[in-house]
């Protein structure tokens, strides 16, 4: 075991010499000059995370009412007719989730991009209707646009449904009058 020991230190290579002159006085000396922090405190930190918080629930605030679009954020005789198109195409979209699957993919994919492209419309009708004066015509298309949407929607679930049971869809001749 000492055999070993002693060959451990022989083979590597420590540092066995006396430091420089003047070691220990540099030392010292560094010991006792004083460090500056270069920590900020707390109070001035909490300050302005304080102030930066606030600010952002201001200006938050601030393009919350900018951007609201919709009937009832113009028009608040609309919100009756809004809600109820609103919670249509939710309740319409939830049916539609519960029909993906790997076959129905493509097809709820290639309607809700139409579903999309119309949701974008109805932000830029939402846009004019703050600009325009033919305020009348706009929220038309607005309700138009809800409609479409709904179709879109109907259409898809039709389809869902036919693809799921297709015999449910076959018409009988007997049934025809």
Avoid at 56 to 61: A, E, M, R, S, T
Avoid at 82 to 102: A, C, D, M
């Amino acid at each position: 075991m000492a055999d070993k020991l002693h060959n451990f230190f022989h083979d590597n290579d420590f540092d066995i010499h006396e430091p420089h002159s003047g070691h220990l006085n540099r030392f010292q000396r560094k010991l006792k000059t004083p460090r500056k922090s270069t920590f900020t405190s707390w109070k001035w930190m909490s300050i302005a995370a304080s102030v930066i918080l606030v600010l952002g629930f201001y200006l938050g605030n601030i393009q919350n009412t900018k951007t609201q679009y919709g009937l009832a954020g113009i028009f608040p005789k609309m919100a009756e007719a809004e809600t109820f198109f609103v919670s249509t195409i939710k309740q319409e979209l939830k049916e539609v989730e519960k029909h993906r699957n790997i076959e129905t993919e493509t097809l709820i994919e290639d309607a809700l991009d139409k579903f999309e492209d119309l949701e974008d419309k109805f932000k830029t009708f939402s846009k004019e209707l703050l600009k325009n004066e033919n305020k009348r015509y706009i929220i038309q298309r607005m309700i138009n646009n809800y409609q479409q949407r709904l179709d879109i929607l109907g259409e898809l679930l039709t389809q869902l449904e036919y693809q799921k049971n297709p015999t449910k869809f076959e018409i009988k001749y007997d049934e025809i009058i």
